[in-house]
């Protein structure tokens, strides 16, 4: 029982600190958006997706755009995003299953704020965000985005999609704690087992 004591202990140790370390370091980089769905699409074209929205939850809408960078000068490359030039008109528009609209948005995505613009090396990623807006019950979503093309003509879009997050925790921050969890239950049964040793050991009955 004393092996048996010692393994929980250490697998529990192992178990909890893992957790922990991972799941404070996923969360501290988590921005407070959960990707839901991500949909490529067709520029000048209309696409939709359609999402079951949930109780609660916020929800954000977003036309993303990815840049491929290679080829790039090296005095551009080392501007990072500064040096991206990008203009392409957008429409999005959020209904509930009756067609009354819910969320909607209009406007340009290009290197200029409201867009965000993100990443480095070979890649940027430019994104307009919709949003957010609070559900209340749960429901049915139709998501429409009309993207554009670039209509300067200078980048290389290496993928366009339609993006929808929400505030829930990311799968793998609940795995970490998740983990964590299970490994103060481990360390736990060690300890008792170490007490039960103890008393073993040291009460003598009378």
Known sequence: MRTLAIAFLLLGAVLLGGGLFFGCGYYAEWNGRNVVLEEPVVLDERS??????????RYTFSARVTVDRRGVSGEDAARGASALELEMPFAMRVTDASGHALLQGAGVLSQEPPTSVYGQGNALVAER???PWSNADPKKL?????????????????RASLVVYDDG?????????????????????????GAVLVVRRYVRPR
């Open 142 to 158: 139709h998501v429409a985005l009309d993207l554009g093309a670039d209509r300067r003509g200078e980048a290389s879009i290496a």
């Open 169 to 193: 925790l990311p799968d793998r921050i609940k795995r970490a704690f998740t983990l964590a969890g299970a490994g103060a239950l481990v360390f736990l049964v060690g300890m008792i087992l």
């Open 48 to 57: 939709t997706a359609d999402i079951s929205a949930k109780a609660g939850r």
């Open 129 to 131: 965000f919709v949003g």
